[in-house]
């Protein structure tokens, strides 16, 4: 005689006991927090602004203001369209020095003070190939801003000290 058969059941899920409960909670938090941390601190596009020199040349900056930026600069580009370069923020005025670790050209260097007047200018600093690395600066008197263009441009833009340069910063 063939008894009724039975389908196996399912293995039933433990019940959630709270400590279970706890921790899938937290999980879950965990990957909303991650997930809008990500969402709402995404970088954002390179901002571009227009230095003006006097000379009736103008030139395309990258705004360097975050401290990897600030750190490495136009390091590890292999090259740089003419008429384009760095506008280094820095937080407060004062006799900032820079090198040129890993770049890979030669650049022209231009101090600017918090009036927007140029008060130093290095010409054709060279990438450093090897530690240690030669430093750039400080500026005879406190500056604001530095400005890295490819070599040559201090030439060709007659770039001179206590010259007003104009641009306009959107914070």
């Known amino acids: 005689m063939v008894r009724g058969s039975k389908k196996p059941r399912a293995a039933a899920s433990p ?9 899938l909670f937290l999980a879950l938090m965990s ?4 997930s809008g941390a990500l969402l709402f601190n995404a970088p954002k596009d390179t901002e571009i602004i227009e230095v ?38 820095f937080e407060e005025s004062g006799l900032h ?12 260097l231009i101090w600017v003070n918090e009036s927007k007047h140029v008060v130093h200018i290095v010409e054709t600093a060279v990438p450093c190939v090897g530690d240690p690395c030669e430093w750039y ?13 490819n070599s040559g441009f201090v030439d060709r ?15």
């Open 157 to 171: 833009a007659e770039v001179a000290l206590g010259q007003e340069l104009v641009f306009a910063l959107r914070l």
């Open 15 to 23: 019940p959630l006991t709270p400590n279970r409960k706890r921790i």
């Open 52 to 89: 003006r020199f006097p000379g009736g040349v103008n030139l395309q900056a990258e705004v360097a203001e975050t401290p990897e930026k600030l750190l490495f600069g136009l390091a590890f580009r292999e090259t740089l369209p003419d008429d384009c370069g760095m506008i280094f923020l």
């Open 97 to 108: 020095k820079v090198w040129t670790k890993q770049y890979q050209f030669n650049v022209d």
């Open 137 to 149: 600066g400080p500026p005879p008197e406190r500056a604001r801003y530095l400005i890295e263009a």
């Open 31 to 34: 990957l909303l927090l991650i």
